[in-house]
């Protein structure tokens, strides 16, 4: 048979057998899987299916995208699609969730703890700490440390955040009034506080190591954005063949921070288990020591002790804490003062509570006194509705999966809960882009589905630091009030949001402060 005739053979049977399997999986999306249903209705009926801005899927609808410009494109796209929908990007499916249901039955379930594919990309930074991990490593860290934020704990933590949130506003000492940069100082009350709190370390003598830090993360973050806009260089050896090489030197600055923070407390937790020896109160429970302040490294660093864990499982928990303590309160706290300072008559709303509640000289500023003030409590809910720290989670199934819905997701396939667009979202929300603090109240808020305000997440996977993110937060925010009106300095509606591991936005966000007389 003629070469000719055999290529054209080849050809053809080649392109039969893609067609074919077309079917199964969509082949110019890198043979990524399509996800079925149950009863085999079109998945359009359950979810739509967006074009990609290419032929490929959607797997280049991101490509040469900015930050803002990817933030503002999902927005589009969530609001042309009006519900969860389903996109086939490099070889995998991505079911993108905005409604309250499907948050639920994500949430809920106990096959998909998995973290999607993209948390991959923080390994480097983070490794596998409980943030990243799944399966056996994720249920005993988690186990190891949910004790450290019990009640008792956090109550002792309130006394740090008292003293940070005073050290903060005595910056301003002897000023009538004065203009901040939100964005600018708030990361370093937040930082201070999760590596007092949590680390046991006051970075009074390594401030501009905590701002190197903070700089360090916020280049990896660079990276971690420019991976997830080219999946080009998704594959880790790919990337880093040819992609990573900039990020080893902020890896280092982030890895000797938190290595240096773990040394000292290693020396101060040897000298208090000394002095406990020495003094025959060894049987004293560490946790509850009062005059001894407790540091949640502090059981990292006994678990190892009992061989729980070990060093490099200890920094990949200081690294996560760390990262996840400082930049998700940060947002909060930036956003729910911008927030006070654009809402006057909400923050006299908060401020008179606060003067009921609080003494002058936040004496009696504590976790009993915190939990009385019902409005605050709703101000920071509708500021976390508006400005959610973690706009975005992902998950993604290791087998295949059947949703109650109807939808078969394949092996691999990645769930993108997308929190930004749920609390935006007109079907739960009335008025949805208006800060209204009301809408939390009990009376407001009792025919609301209960998915539908996720700033923590929910199920297994929650987040391990709400109520400590609470406190911190009310407290800056009560110390502030308590002694300053804060006025706007921002126009809302200039902003420009970034994507980010966090929520980003562009703009400096800045407030003046004016002494109450
Ligand atoms: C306003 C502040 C905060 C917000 C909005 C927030 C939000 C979240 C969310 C949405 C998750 C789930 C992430 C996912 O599934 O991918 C999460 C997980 C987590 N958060 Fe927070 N967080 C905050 C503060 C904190 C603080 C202060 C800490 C520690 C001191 C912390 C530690 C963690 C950890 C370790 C996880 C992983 C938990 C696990 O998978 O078991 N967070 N957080």
Redesign the pocket.
């Known amino acids: 048979m003629d070469l000719g005739l055999l290529i054209l053979i080849g050809l053809g049977t080649l392109i039969f057998w893609l067609y074919r399997i077309n079917k199964d999986y969509y082949v110019l999306a890198f043979f990524a899987k399509r996800v079925r249903t149950k009863d085999g209705r079109p998945i359009e009926s359950i979810a739509p299916v967006p074009e990609g801005r290419t032929i490929f899927g959607n797997s280049f609808d991101l490509y040469g995208r900015n930050d803002a410009e990817m933030f503002n494109d999902m927005r589009v796209r969530v609001k042309q699609m009006g519900r969860s929908f389903i996109e086939y990007v490099m070889g995998t499916p991505v079911y993108n969730i905005i409604d309250a249901d499907n948050f639920d039955l994500i949430l809920n379930d106990q096959n998909l703890i998995t973290?999607g594919l993209v948390?991959g990309f923080l390994h480097p930074a983070l490794r596998t700490?409980?943030?990243t991990s799944t399966d056996k490593k994720?249920h005993t860290r988690?186990k190891m440390?949910t004790p450290t934020f019990h009640f008792n704990i956090l109550g002792q933590f309130e006394e740090t955040f008292k003293a940070e949130s005073l050290k903060f506003v005595k910056q301003f000492e002897g000023k009538a009034e004065t203009c901040i940069s939100l964005s600018e100082l708030i990361p370093r009350f937040t930082l201070n506080s999760?590596c007092e709190t949590?680390m046991g370390i006051k970075l009074d003598d390594m401030a501009a190591k905590g701002d190197r830090y903070r700089e360090s993360f916020s280049m990896i973050e660079k990276s971690f954005i420019r991976r997830m806009s080219n999946p080009l260089i998704w594959n880790n050896t790919i990337y880093n063949l040819f992609g990573s090489s900039e990020d080893a030197r902020f890896l280092k600055e982030v890895h000797d921070f938190s290595s240096e923070i773990i040394a000292k407390r290693r020396i101060l937790l040897e000298q208090v288990l000394n002095e406990k020896l020495s003094t025959q109160a060894a049987d004293d429970d560490i946790y509850i020591n009062k005059k001894q302040r407790f540091a949640m490294l502090d059981t990292l660093i006994l678990a190892e002790k009992d061989g729980l864990i070990d060093h490099e499982g200890i920094c990949e928990e200081v690294d996560?804490?760390m990262f996840?303590?400082f930049d998700?309160?940060s947002?909060?706290l930036i956003f729910g003062l911008m927030n006070m300072s654009l809402n006057q008559d909400k923050q006299e709303l908060c401020y008179q509570e606060i003067s009921e509640h609080i003494a002058d000289d936040f004496n009696n500023l504590d976790t009993n006194q915190l939990s009385k003030l019902k409005y605050l409590e709703c101000f920071v809910k509708e500021t976390?509705r508006l400005f959610?720290?973690?706009p975005i989670?992902?998950r993604q199934t290791v087998r295949e999966t059947e949703l109650a819905n109807g939808l078969i997701l394949p092996a691999g396939a990645q769930i993108t809960l997308h929190?930004f667009d749920l609390h935006r979202n007109p079907k739960y929300w009335s008025d949805p882009d208006e800060f209204q603090p009301e809408r939390f109240l009990p009376e407001n808020s009792k025919d609301r589905h209960t998915y539908a305000y996720?700033?923590?997440?929910a199920g297994q996977?929650?987040?391990?630091?709400?109520k400590?993110?609470m406190l911190?937060?009310k407290t800056l925010l009560i110390v502030v009030l308590k002694q300053f009106k804060i006025l706007p300095l921002v126009d809302p509606k200039e902003f420009v949001f970034q994507t980010g591991i966090t929520l980003r936005c562009k703009n400096n966000i800045k407030v003046k402060l004016v002494r109450r007389s």
């Not at 996720?454 to 997440?457: A, D, E």
């Not at 996977?461 to 709400?466: A, L, S």
């Open positions: 973290k948390y700490g409980l943030l994720w988690r440390l999760i949590a996560t804490l996840e303590g998700t309160t947002i909060g976390m959610p720290s973690v989670m992902a929190v996720m700033p923590f997440s996977r929650n987040c391990i630091g709400q400590y993110a911190e937060m």
